[in-house]
């Protein structure tokens, strides 16, 4: 069984930068892929980064030059590395888990994966 857990969140102002992570327990044995998606309030979920480990990356247009998605296969860590915060990004950060890769265009397609993590808290206040 795979277990995620994220960390690294908290209030920053605009323009600031945090870095979340998401540290995998258990192991996937094979191919698989990982994701960044934010629910921010009143909003639907939304996915902000996706990579197929050790392939392809894809990012929501907004994020891109700002936000970077990376993995860590000796740590077995998901890392979100978040500059020039804007209040927008403001939201509830998930990290989501799949085995095998996918095709690009579904890396950022929350029905696609099927191990989350609890979340973990963004504030960016203006």
């Known amino acids: 069984q795979v277990q995620l857990v994220e960390s690294g969140g908290g209030s920053v102002q605009a323009g600031g930068s945090l870095r979340l992570s998401c540290a995998v327990f258990g192991s996937f044995y094979s191919t698989y892929r990982m994701g960044w998606f934010r629910q921010a309030p009143g909003k639907e979920s939304e996915g902000v980064a996706g990579l197929n480990i050790d392939e392809n990356i894809r990012y929501e247009d907004s994020v891109k030059g700002r936000l970077t998605i990376s993995h860590d296969n000796a740590k077995n860590t998901l890392y979100l590395q978040m500059n020039s915060l804007k209040p927008e990004d403001t939201g509830m950060y998930y990290c989501?888990?799949?085995?095998?890769?996918?095709?690009?265009?579904?890396?950022?397609?929350?029905?696609?994966?099927?191990?989350w993590g609890q979340g973990t808290q963004v504030t960016v206040s203006s």
């Open positions: 989501a888990a799949a085995y095998g890769w996918t095709n690009s265009g579904f890396l950022l397609t929350q029905s696609k994966y099927n191990y």
